[in-house]
């Protein structure tokens, strides 16, 4: 089996360096004197140099299926709304075909690779009864096993009820395969249907042994209170830890006293909740003159509050964003300035939202550098948390079950200054 020792990596935060020892597909020591490994014969050596060394990131909320199609011809929006964007994927998504899906998918993984991501929740369009989308992400997840691990979320775009059939395909879906209950209930056509939806994809979630996360409250109407049914189905059925909430931008225009209160609601059933910065800012407001709203979450009394939130990208260039290129560093650089979370201390401690926390909000197990855990990691183009965080810094090498999956030289300047 091959043993690789790496020396001089910097962890978040600590004072010295450390060096730790992979073999084969795991760390076998992180720590201590890693000297009668060195003296092996076959034993590869790798100075980190003190570069900041971190488990991979961890992209909680993506749409793979979409990626790449913002500008086919349906799919310009005039408005910059959320409901726009749904409507036009509506009109084009039939003239899809599973090889055009698969080969955007590709070139949008090849990217988030190439910025350090190893772990993916995808929601997948499943209000098509082709499932054209959810085959070419099946095939996809099988296929690229070796590069990501990738969860499937059955998501409804247009709705379990507002589409017709649609409560019957999220049910098909995650027969076929798909790891995560999704749902849209903002997007109903009324309350009642959205809490009856919400009550549909806990049933499909108990039945079938699976995750749940929603679309939830992606709106600025501040009567969109979808989280208090998903927190107390959640709670009510034990599901703590299993459930996420997406987004929840009416979260922030909610009054203080109804915020508050639902503070420990989502505390007892242990919600995870998943916020996509620059998606959001660019979608949100749009209703607004000024002052205008810009989409986010209450991100930093979510967290003071000890609850698990994590930063996304969402789309890569689709219907609903044009820009995004899976660097969950600039969400982190967004997601902060807008959750006006910017003390050293809130900074030093701020790769959480890009890495462990979405990690936990897909239950993976086994993730971190720690001894007798798969050996995944990757390695950022600074020697410490602020400055990383600062410069968005470029992840420059990526380390999945002990082999190296992406490497890259770092930035140089080559121009010669004369002061
Ligand atoms: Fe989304």
Redesign the pocket.
């Known amino acids: 089996m091959s043993v690789t020792v790496y020396k001089n990596a910097q962890f978040p935060n600590e004072k010295t360096t450390t060096n730790f020892v992979v073999e084969g597909t795991k760390f076998v020591q992180v720590g201590g004197d890693t000297s009668t490994f060195e003296k092996s014969a076959d034993v590869k050596v790798v100075d980190l140099k003190g570069k900041l060394t971190i488990p991979p990131f961890a992209d909680a909320?993506?749409?793979l299926d979409y990626v790449y199609t913002a500008n086919l011809p349906t799919h310009e929006t005039s408005s910059g709304t959320l409901f726009e964007a749904i409507d036009n994927w509506s009109e084009s998504k039939s003239k899809l075909t599973v090889d055009a899906i698969k080969s955007r998918a590709y070139i949008a993984i090849k990217q988030q690779i190439s910025h350090g991501v190893q772990y993916v929740r995808t929601?997948v369009d499943v209000t098509d009864p082709n499932f054209t989308a959810l085959k070419a992400m099946l095939e996809i997840k099988e296929q690229l096993k070796d590069y990501m691990e990738i969860q499937l979320v059955a998501f409804p775009q247009e709705g379990y009820y507002a589409y017709k059939g649609g409560a019957d395909l999220v049910e098909e879906a995650l027969k076929q395969g798909a790891d995560v209950v999704g749902g849209i209930p903002h997007f109903e056509f009324t309350r009642e249907d959205g809490v009856k939806s919400v009550e549909k994809g806990f049933e499909l979630a108990m039945k079938y042994n699976k995750l749940l996360d929603f679309?939830c409250d992606?709106t600025d109407d501040e009567q969109s209170r979808f989280s208090e049914s998903i927190a107390a189905l959640t709670y009510f059925n034990g599901l703590q830890g299993r459930t996420a909430a997406?987004?929840t931008c009416a979260m922030g225009s909610y009054n203080n006293a109804y915020a508050f209160k639902m503070m420990t609601k989502y505390k007892k059933a242990g919600l995870n909740f998943i916020v996509?910065p620059t998606?959001n800012c660019y979608l949100q407001g749009r209703y607004d003159s000024y002052p205008k709203r810009r989409g986010i979450s209450r991100v930093d009394e979510l967290t003071r509050n000890g609850l698990n939130v994590s930063f996304a990208q969402?789309?890569i260039s689709d219907p609903?964003y044009p820009l995004g290129n899976g660097n969950l560093m600039h969400q982190l650089d967004f997601g902060l300035h807008l959750s006006h979370m910017m003390s050293v201390d809130e900074i030093k401690d701020s790769l959480k939202f890009v890495t462990s926390n979405g990690a936990k909000t897909m239950c993976v197990q086994d993730y971190g550098i720690k001894d007798g855990n798969t050996a995944n990691f990757v390695v950022l183009d600074e020697d410490n948390v602020f400055d990383a965080v600062r410069n968005t810094a470029s992840t420059i090498l990526s380390v999945r079950q002990g082999k190296v999956i992406m490497e890259k030289a770092p930035e140089t300047v080559l121009t010669k200054y004369d002061f």
């Open positions: 909320h993506i749409h929601h679309h992606e997406s987004h996509c998606e969402d789309s609903w």
